[in-house]
């Protein structure tokens, strides 16, 4: 499951994960970095960012060549954290091979919205590996805007219990990005719930992946895991892939998901252009409210603040 | 009073051994040695007379294959299969073919009698004026024993025949789509059997003509330790429909038996197929010892503009399933539809789906995929829906959901969509529930006992997908989904 780290640090590219493995089938390593970037430790200069008041924020730089980083982060028993991640996107054609340990105590709550910038030409993985402890809540909604190969994963070990989590994403690609969302969602003991909800635009020649697997254990009954993605091409050269998945060995369950693709509704449009909008604006006018209904989902207000702001920016990017 | 005698048959049914078609016709075969090799293949091919072209085709299948590697991809597990410990062909001992059905070996025609296929040219339900009938096409191991009504479609220009005989007789139309639809090295199993196939059905509709009556095949493995590798091909004409019918049993041994398959259908212009299966090959016992490796290729080509094909099956049987029926919409306005249940009890495992691929514009799919687990077993929903970038139009609706019965059984659900033009749209939903305690309760509390109400509330699951059956079949597929059922519940 490391295989760009494991590239990196061996300065083997054989070991890029490639489309013949069933996890990367649509994010392709190979041939990405060749030849393979030395790895060190130094990182490009952060951008300015106005950071949120009251919520944590850890910023990853992103490296000059090649980097792999580490982090771990808990949440004591009956802490509340609101956590920003923001992946920094940084200039010119990187890889980045970033591993996130998040641990939350029982009862717990986290809420964690990650911004995960690239540059057009970076080749970035971050994992995100999350072990919940029984009554524990885990919200976390993903932005990204895509890069040369951008995946970011999330992996919960959902204990049951009462424990709640909520996976939340939305990816805005335009130009010739790529952008892969996986959740792996692992439910290991009973009475757990689970909801994921992760819409995503593709433009010109982008494409958008998303990968979601839930897994309920054996006895893991009472298990309540639903799971959606809806996603919008707005070009004929753009694309979409998505494997929804559901692996289940518990009778006692009731799981669901759907997922969607189609493009703008051509009636809703025609109508926002017969009041006199201009086709661009109406057209940027419905993507923002598909993918408003993300942001809307964030509880805390600074963290809704800083992921309109950041869907914001986006949105003028896809205006071009 | 129809309905009473229905009852019983069931009662019967369950009561006695779980599955019925178990037993073994003694009869004198011939065999090809054991194994697989280049003279193997030659023995086939000479016992079928084949032209130089075939058997040509054969070995150089059979080279492919040697450079293929098994897949491994699938969610089933089963010991690794020596295919040098295979007989790749069996057939009764016969000196020339049969002429009519007095010349059949009444070994063969008891078995048939006794797995309830009709050899004779009879209304299906017999006695029943007016009942739709069945040309039926026979395959006994290796070889097709019989079939049935060749004349009246014959007059009707429909060739319904085993292959061996379409090879003889209308080499042309065979040379032009065999492996059209399948290519060779398409897959593993499918390379495979284009190196030993042995059997299988020929139809062709001419254009403009509606069959004039349902079509069938029915599959028997006897022989021990022996693969069946049939291919059936049908080509569907501008205009033309036909329905076309599948069974499939096989003996009761402890030893598993490779079942190799491959279907190609090629539906032109406003054609329409429709294809039905019911798959009923020995499922093992219940600790999953013997049963047959149902590993099959079937692919649709709707090549023309506004053609037509719908899959259905009903899965009951088989150790391990590996199938994925499949559409490529070529034509513009070209629709693919795929009605599934598959029901895996003891310690089956099924990886059953379909793919949808869309080339053309305007193409429409519909997915409607029903999984029961119960027992040990497991059960995997995975299709894929690609839609092309020129497929402008497109639209698909998938809905996959499972059952489980029992806390032991696994269901899975695997899509893949992949869509590369923005004018098309999909739409996918999946379930996975068990039986309701509520439901169960409130139908025990009609008085029907926790067995029936299991069966009824099963049937009202998957009623979706046995509507899409030809009325004799659903009803036969009804009982079946019961028998497999058998046991699973207390």
Redesign the interface.
């Known amino acids: 499951m490391t295989g760009l780290r494991d590239a990196l640090l061996s300065r083997d590219e054989t070991r890029l994960p490639g489309r013949r493995d069933?996890d990367w089938r649509?994010t392709d390593l190979r041939g990405t970095l060749r030849p393979l970037p030395a790895v060190s430790d130094a990182v490009q200069p952060l951008a300015a960012f106005d950071e949120p008041e009251g919520v944590q924020v850890r910023r990853f730089a992103a490296p000059v060549t090649a980097g792999t980083f580490d982090a771990s982060l808990s949440v004591a028993a009956g802490e509340t954290l609101w956590l920003l991640d923001r992946v920094d996107a940084g200039a010119g054609a990187y890889a980045r091979d970033l591993a996130l340990d998040i641990t939350l105590g029982e009862g717990a709550t986290l809420h964690r919205l990650v911004l995960a910038a690239d540059s057009a030409d970076a080749v970035s993985v971050t994992r995100a590996m999350v072990s919940l402890a029984p009554g524990a809540t885990f919200h976390q909604t993903v932005l990204a805007t895509g890069g040369k190969r951008q995946r970011i994963e999330t992996a919960v070990a959902h204990p049951g219990a009462g424990a709640r989590a909520r996976l939340d994403g939305a990816y805005l690609l335009a130009d010739g990005r790529h952008s892969d969302q996986t959740t792996i969602l692992d439910h290991q003991g009973p009475g757990g719930t689970s909801e994921q909800l992760i819409r995503g635009v593709a433009a010109d020649q982008a494409r958008g992946v998303f990968q979601g697997r839930i897994t309920v254990a054996?006895?893991a009954d009472g298990t309540d895991a639903r799971l959606k993605h809806n996603?919008l091409?707005?070009?004929?050269?753009?694309?979409?892939?998505?494997?929804?998945?559901?692996?289940?060995?518990?009778?006692?369950?009731?799981?669901?998901?759907?997922?969607?693709?189609?493009?703008l509704d051509a009636e809703v449009l025609f109508y926002a252009m017969s009041r006199g909008i201009p086709e661009v604006e109406a057209r940027l006018m419905l993507v923002e409210a598909f993918v408003g209904e993300i942001v809307e989902r964030i509880g805390p207000a600074p963290l809704q603040d800083a992921a309109r702001a950041f869907v914001a920016d986006q949105l003028e990017a896809l205006r071009r | 009073m129809a309905a009473d005698q229905d009852t019983v048959e069931t009662v019967a049914a369950l009561a006695g051994e779980k599955y019925a078609h178990g037993f073994v016709t003694d009869i004198e075969q011939e065999f090809s040695e054991r194994g697989l090799n280049t003279d193997v293949i030659r023995f086939i091919s000479a016992k079928k007379d084949e032209p130089q072209w075939l058997l040509d085709w054969r070995l150089a299948a059979y080279e492919r294959w040697l450079a293929l590697d098994e897949p491994d991809w699938a969610r089933v597990h089963y010991p690794k299969i020596d295919y040098q410990d295979l007989y790749y062909y069996a057939a009764p001992k016969q000196k020339d073919g049969p002429q009519s059905l007095d010349d059949v070996d009444p070994e063969l025609l008891a078995t048939y009698a006794k797995l309830g296929i009709p050899l004779k040219e009879q209304a299906f339900l017999a006695g029943v004026q007016g009942s739709p009938r069945y040309a039926v096409d026979a395959v006994f191991d290796s070889v097709s024993v019989v079939t049935t009504f060749k004349a009246e479609l014959a007059k009707a220009g429909v060739i319904f025949c085993p292959l061996s005989e379409a090879v003889r007789d209308y080499p042309e139309l065979v040379r032009q789509y065999l492996g059209s639809v399948v290519p060779v090295s398409d897959n593993y199993f499918a390379c495979l059997n284009s190196a030993v196939f042995s059997e299988g059905s020929f139809v062709y509709v001419p254009p403009g003509v509606r069959c004039p009556m349902e079509l069938s095949t029915y599959f028997r493995i006897n022989a021990l330790n022996t693969g069946q590798f049939e291919r059936t091909l049908i080509i569907a004409d501008k205009g033309s429909y036909v329905s076309y019918l599948e069974g499939c049993t096989a003996p009761m041994r402890d030893e598993n038996q490779l079942h190799a398959a491959v279907v190609e259908l090629v539906a032109l212009d406003d054609a329409e197929i429709k294809y039905s299966t019911v798959q009923n090959w020995y499922p093992g016992d219940a600790e999953g010892k013997g049963g047959i490796y149902n590993f099959v290729t079937k692919r649709a080509d709707c090549r023309g503009v506004r053609s037509k094909v719908s899959w259905t099956q009903v899965e009951t049987g088989s150790a391990i399933t590996w199938k994925y029926p499949s559409c490529i919409l070529r034509g513009e306005g070209s629709s693919g539809e795929f009605y599934s249940i598959a029901i895996t009890n003891g310690r089956q495992q099924a990886d059953t789906g379909t793919k949808m691929i869309h080339l053309g514009a305007n193409t429409r799919s519909r997915i409607i995929a029903k999984g029961i687990s119960a027992g040990h077993s497991s059960s995997t929903y995975r299709g894929l829906v690609s839609v092309h970038p020129k497929a402008t139009g497109a639209r698909n609706f998938t809905q996959c959901d499972s059952l489980l019965i029992g806390k032991t059984c696994a269901a899975h659900t695997v899509p893949y969509v992949e869509a590369r033009n923005a004018h098309a749209q999909l739409e996918h939903e999946a379930t996975t529930t068990r039986l309701s305690e509520e439901q169960l309760f409130y139908v025990m509390s009609r008085g029907l006992s926790q067995e029936e109400a299991v069966q009824l509330l099963v049937n009202g699951f998957v009623r979706e997908v046995l509507q899409e059956l030809p009325m004799e079949f659903a009803v036969e597929a009804q009982k079946l989904v019961a028998v497999s059922l058998e046991g699973s519940v207390g």
């Open positions: 069933e649509w054996v006895g996603a091409l707005l070009s004929d050269r753009a694309e979409i892939d998505a494997k929804p998945e559901l692996e289940i060995y518990a009778d006692d369950v009731a799981c669901a998901h759907g997922n969607t693709v189609g493009t």
